[in-house]
């Protein structure tokens, strides 16, 4: 977990494994009343075998919440997500389909 600012407001940073998912999860959420939350959803290639393994980013699911998030603030939380290198593209075999 980290804690970024922007101003006076702060804004929770979380990135873990969900076992119910079989994803790995980003996670920005405002710690205010008026703060906003957006999840990453990246699915696992092989849930039952071996270390996360991340589906093609066509495959990937944003969630997001009701309220504001600052631009800088967001822009960081992408450039987090880009880094880490969780984010593959498809061969160029694979369909691009959704589901």
């Known amino acids: 977990m980290e804690i970024w600012s922007h101003g006076a407001e702060l804004y929770e940073v979380n990135s ?3 076992l119910p998912d079989d994803a790995w999860q980003y996670e920005l959420t405002g710690m205010s009343e008026a703060g906003g939350h957006v999840a990453v959803v990246i699915p696992d290639a092989t849930p039952d075998d071996g270390p996360f393994t991340p589906q093609p980013a066509h495959r990937v699911l944003v969630q997001i919440g009701d309220r504001q998030i600052p631009w ?4 960081r939380f992408i450039d ?11 061969d160029k075999d ?5 589901g």
């Open 16 to 18: 873990y494994y969900s």
């Open 80 to 90: 987090l997500i880009e880094s880490s290198g969780d984010l593959v593209e498809a």
């Open 72 to 75: 800088p603030i967001f822009r």
């Open 94 to 98: 694979e369909p691009h389909t959704s």
